[in-house]
Nanobody
Framework: KLQASGGGLVQAGGSLRLSCAAS????????MGWFRQAPGKEREFVAA???????LYADSVKGRFTISSDNAKNTMYLQMNSLKPEDTAVYYC????????????WGQGTLVTVSS
């Protein structure tokens, strides 16, 4: 099970840190990622981190967001800085054995609202 938290309302230019706590099993060998879905839009990839700590970011968040994980706490984070109104979305965390996001686990989502 994945539990996302940390969403909220923030002004443009502000920061938030999302957390994704895993329970029931370890995901240390999985690719962990964040996705988001804005109102009226499809879910889109935001960032991912592998078990070897390699990271990948969507161009729209590169340089502003940082993904990290703490295997000892079985928790993944997304530090979001310089937030923009277009970052407003429900953010979902996911864990997948291969990074194809087809056979993994999804959290319930946490809402991030960025006001202008």
């Amino acid at each position: 099970k994945l539990q996302a938290s940390g969403g909220g309302l923030v002004q443009a230019g502000g920061s938030l840190r999302l957390s994704c706590a895993a329970s029931g099993r370890t995901f240390s060998t999985y690719v962990m990622g964040w996705f988001r879905q804005a109102p009226g839009k499809e879910r889109e990839f935001v960032a991912a981190i592998t078990s070897g700590s390699s990271t990948l970011y969507a161009d729209s968040v590169k340089g502003r967001f940082t993904i990290s994980s703490d295997n000892a706490k079985n928790t993944m984070y997304l530090q979001m800085n310089s937030l923009k109104p277009e970052d407003t979305a429900v953010y979902y965390c996911a864990a997948d054995p291969t990074g194809t996001w087809m056979d993994g686990y999804w959290g319930q989502g946490t809402l991030v609202t960025v006001s202008s």
